[in-house]
């Protein structure tokens, strides 16, 4: 949740900008639209008490507002802001103190004392944040001195900076400091929202925000305990296997830190055990255990697909009947003259009108009886699912399901009195087509007289032609057609783009030669660019003498046997890309993306072993950290174990646990950076400053506290 402690909403001196003015209906608009979850309205030496009524009201469902003043302070001969907020139980307590200081007074001209402020606003239970350093007008270290020893409770004031980074300077050197907005003009609220600090305890009001500013342990506790711990058991440590731990593990950030060689990956190992133990699958993520390019497969040693995949036909029988295809006999007109030649005597055999008929074609009726036959399995399995699958009476009616079960019977008797039909004509073409063969044959046996050629044998040559035709230009148009690269997302590499991991497709067509692609099958690529050659000159010589000598040399292209369908023809090429240019990355950046991979995936709990290694301190803090936040916000279980700054201290973890060795003997601490503690498990050793011993262990602990802070969290 983000946090604004300084907000105008009114042009109040004459030197505010007309564009401070807000109307309720644009303000509750605003807010809507962005994450502040706390907002102020301190206003120049102004409070609008209905207009804050107004606005408090407007948006109660998602935003705390709190009254507030921006006073001009005048103390040891000079000018400086401080920001008063009040807790809004007391607004009218506060209203009435604001109109008795202001009473009759300029906003431009108003001053007022610190001993005048103090009195006025303490007993109101206030918050006061003075400018200091560089947000000018400021508050000088005398004057802040002289704030200190007048409010009833020093811990109540906070400095204000300017942004993010002297906002964490300020913490670093052990001052309370926080900033707000400070709007100029209100159509930029959403976009400067984005900066405003972030806290990472959801506070739910007035009383419990200035309860964690004097970090009570109670309400800390109270919050942290709002996210269910699971408290696991664990004897890690492989030096000393009796030394029990007892870890609290919140669903959300654990951040294990400690001297190298103080048994953190031994502690992760463990976790991922126990883990796995209750039925999750779990491992830990080590930088350094694989590459970027075993991870994703990089030479395609694994990858498989499919040209069905990609919605081409396999083209299987188109293949298989290239291999087998035999040229179909034309009758000759010899076996004619021979029938004729002989004068026939028989006289049994004159009057045998049978040998006269033609012979009826049987190719139309086969065609129409597999037709029907495969719309009649098709409606026989319908039926079936709908009288096996009881889970459609849920979605449909009763009345409906039996409407469509009537009509379908008679569909199926329909279409079973058609193939009955049609199957009853194709076995009487055949069957007459028979007869009419074997009395031919019986008669030529009977009388020495060639029989009389029955069909010409053209109509089965020309099909057969014109089949071979289909087939092989079926399989050159489809292998000749472009296949959409797939595309996967490797990760980010922070500002030099997002990292793709690309596999390139394509069909061997005979004329294809890139020595970057390898075949997808277990298949060499000179018999796919052989059958693809002559698949192509079989569709070029169809009408020519020469085909079946075409067909004889597709069957045998060595390993023919390993092409048995189109997929058996792709070729694949898996590379990286980086703004559609082929790109390697480097090892370092292997690393980026392999720790971005692992934070993606949605997990339940993630184990993380020292993620920083073989990365810059901008990447961890500009992507990793963000997606661990990320992660926390979903209720994950992120466990890291490092000895970065970035990562230990900025993610603000709900858990730090440290691992001390002292003496040859290991301690096991845990606290929080809100309590600003780390405290012995077992209580044998004093608790230790979290602050402290973060900068002191961690690698860029100072950064990470000051001046590349980008989270407030003091």
């Known amino acids: 949740m983000k946090i604004d402690i300084h907000v105008h909403t009114r042009k109040v001196k004459s030197g505010d900008a007309p564009t401070r003015n807000i109307e309720k209906e644009r303000f509750v608009e605003i807010l809507s639209d962005t994450e502040v979850n706390i907002l102020a309205i301190t206003n120049h030496n102004h409070f609008d008490v209905k207009q804050y009524e107004q606005f408090r009201e407007g948006v109660e469902t998602h935003c705390q507002v709190w009254p507030g003043i921006e006073l001009d302070i005048f103390e040891n001969g ?61 508050l000088g270290d005398k004057e802040i001195e002289t704030l200190i020893e007048l409010v009833s409770n020093p811990k109540r004031i906070l400095k204000e900076a300017t942004n993010s980074i002297s906002a964490g300077i300020y913490i670093s050197h052990g001052h309370n400091s926080i900033y707000g907005s400070d709007i100029h003009d209100w159509n930029d609220y959403i976009k400067q929202s984005q900066d405003l600090p972030e806290l990472r305890l959801p506070v739910e009001s007035f009383e419990q ?30 030096n000393d296997p009796f030394e029990k731990i007892v870890l609290d593990i919140y669903p959300d950030i654990n951040v294990l830190f400690g001297s190298k060689g103080t048994g953190k990956t031994d502690i992760l190992e463990s976790l991922s055990k126990h883990y796995n133990s209750k039925g999750h699958k779990t491992s830990v993520y080590k930088s350094n255990d694989n590459h970027l390019n075993a991870v994703f497969d990089i030479k395609g040693n694994t990858f498989n697909c499919n040209a069905s995949d990609f919605g081409f036909d396999e083209c299987v029988d188109e293949i298989r009947f290239l291999k087998d295809v035999t040229e179909e006999k034309v009758t000759t007109l010899n076996k004619y003259e021979l029938h004729f030649s002989f004068q026939e005597t028989n006289k049994i055999s004159q009057k045998l009108k049978i040998k006269s008929i033609t012979q009826e074609d049987e190719t139309p009726s086969e065609r129409v009886l597999e037709e029907i036959t495969k719309i009649l399995d098709s409606f026989n399995s319908f039926e079936t699912y709908i009288n096996e699958i009881s889970e459609t009476t849920k979605y449909i009616d009763d009345e409906l399901i039996n409407e469509l079960k009537v009509i379908i019977e008679k569909i199926l008797l329909q279409l079973k009195n058609g193939t009955e039909r049609n199957f009853i004509e194709n076995k009487s073409i055949k069957l007459l087509n028979g007869i009419i063969s074997c009395f031919n044959n019986e008669i030529a046996k009977k009388t020495n007289q060639p029989p009389k050629p029955t069909k010409t044998g053209f109509l089965e040559y020309s099909r057969n032609r014109i089949k071979i035709e289909r087939a092989s230009k079926k399989i050159t148009k489809i292998i000749n057609q472009p296949i959409n690269a797939i595309d996967e997302y490797a990760g980010s590499l922070g500002e030099k783009g997002q990292l793709i991991c690309k596999t390139n497709l394509v069909f061997h067509n005979g004329s294809f030669s890139n020595g970057d692609y390898s075949p997808v099958k277990n298949v060499f690529k000179t018999p796919q660019k052989d059958f693809a050659n002559t698949v192509f000159s079989i569709s070029k010589h169809i009408y020519s003498n020469d085909l079946f000598s075409k067909i004889t040399e597709l069957n045998d292209i060595e390993n023919i046997n390993t092409i048995n369908s189109l997929s058996d023809l792709l070729l694949k090429h898996k590379h990286f890309t980086l703004d559609g240019t082929i790109y390697n990355p480097s090892n370092g950046e292997s690393s980026m993306i392999l720790l971005h991979k692992e934070l993606a995936d949605d997990k339940d ?16 803090n500009d992507v990793i950290v963000p997606l661990i936040k990320e992660k926390a916000l979903l209720g994950k279980k992120i466990i890291v174990a490092t000895h970065d700054a970035n990562i230990a201290v900025r993610t603000l973890p709900y858990n730090s646990i440290y691992r001390l060795n002292e003496q040859g003997k290991g301690y096991t601490l845990t606290g929080n950076p809100f309590s600003n503690s780390l405290n012995c498990i077992y209580g044998s050793r004093p608790s230790l400053d979290w602050k402290e011993i973060s900068m002191k262990t961690l690698e860029g602990g100072k950064d990470a506290f000051g001046e590349r802070g980008k989270i407030y969290g003091n």
């Open 605 to 620: 709990i993630y184990l993380i072993d020292e993620p920083e290694k073989s990365l810059g301190n901008d990447y961890i």
């Open 209 to 238: 925000f200035c309860l964690l500013l004097e970090k009570d342990e109670a309400t800390i506790n109270t919050i942290l305990d709002k996210k269910t711990k699971e408290s696991i058991e664990l004897f890690p440590f492989k």
């Open 78 to 138: 000079k000018r400086s802001h401080l920001i008063v907020i009040c807790n809004p139980k007391n607004y009218l307590n506060f209203d009435k103190a604001v109109s008795e200081i202001l009473d009759g007074e300029n906003p431009d001209t108003f001053t007022i004392t610190l001993q005048q402020t103090v009195e006025k606003f303490d007993t109101l239970d206030c918050i006061y944040i003075a400018h200091y350093f560089v947000k000018k007008p400021n």
